[in-house]
């Protein structure tokens, strides 16, 4: 290990949920789900508010790990480094979910199980919303509308298509300032090509028209914050 306590760090960076998850793996991986040495050192670690190498040898010298310390512990990072990626959702596999569950919906729908298919949709629509992919709400919505006029009294399909269509509506206007603040961002990097960093006061001029744009005037714009997407896109 380049320093003693580069383990430490990066163990204690992780959440509860991150651990859990490592942990998790390692044991379906392990000769009948026994606790291996390495585990039984990441547990021991994960319980310490600060961390003093020897004093960490010394109070665990009985431990399988101690034997041959330094390998182990440099196992365990690399370890540990290996299995994040596996902690997170990627953005992707997110989207993959999203769509496979929104054709499962449909399929309840086609069947008449459109309690069935309410349930998942809520989940698909609060999913969706939270990590931004508008087109999956939309397409959320509606099959919940097609779901909820099977099931609901004649007395309120007016208020809940209403309703529905609302939230259409919000998710376009997001959708479209996500378009927007690409094109924009594309705008400036054809800028930054023709003109380079270094004609400030072209560069400004040309700035200032494209932040005219409606998108960041508005005092009504949408939780969406384009400029995320414009700076980093």
């Not at 606790?35 to 009985?62: A, I, P, Q, V």
């Not at 309410?118 to 508008?134: C, D, M, Q, T, V």
């Amino acid at each position: 290990m380049k320093t003693e306590k580069y383990l430490f760090e990066l163990i204690t960076s992780l959440s509860l949920a991150e651990r859990r998850k490592i942990t998790d793996t390692w044991r379906k991986h392990s000769t009948a789900g026994r606790k291996t040495y390495y585990e039984d050192m990441f547990e021991c670690l994960s319980g310490l508010d600060n961390y003093n190498e020897r004093r960490f040898k010394e109070e665990h010298k009985h431990r399988e790990f101690i034997r041959n310390f330094s390998y182990n512990k440099s196992y365990l990072y690399n370890k540990i480094l290996q299995s994040l990626p596996n902690t997170k959702k990627k953005k992707n596999q997110i989207l993959t979910d999203l769509n496979r569950d929104i054709e499962i919906s449909g399929i309840l729908i086609s069947k008449g199980l459109y309690s069935q298919s309410l349930n998942i949709l809520k989940k698909i629509a609060a999913r969706s919303l939270h990590n931004e992919y508008f087109l999956e709400y939309i397409k959320s919505l509606n099959l919940t509308k097609i779901a909820l006029l099977n099931t609901i009294p004649n007395r309120r399909i007016i208020q809940v298509t209403t309703e529905l269509y609302d939230k259409i509506e919000f998710a376009l206007k997001a959708f479209h300032e996500i378009q927007t603040a690409s094109r924009l961002n594309n705008e400036l990097i054809a800028l930054v090509k023709e003109y380079g960093f270094g004609d400030v006061a072209k560069n400004n001029e040309n700035l200032k028209r494209l932040f005219s744009n409606e998108f960041y005037s508005s005092d009504k714009k949408l939780s969406v914050d384009a400029r995320v997407y414009y700076y980093g896109d």
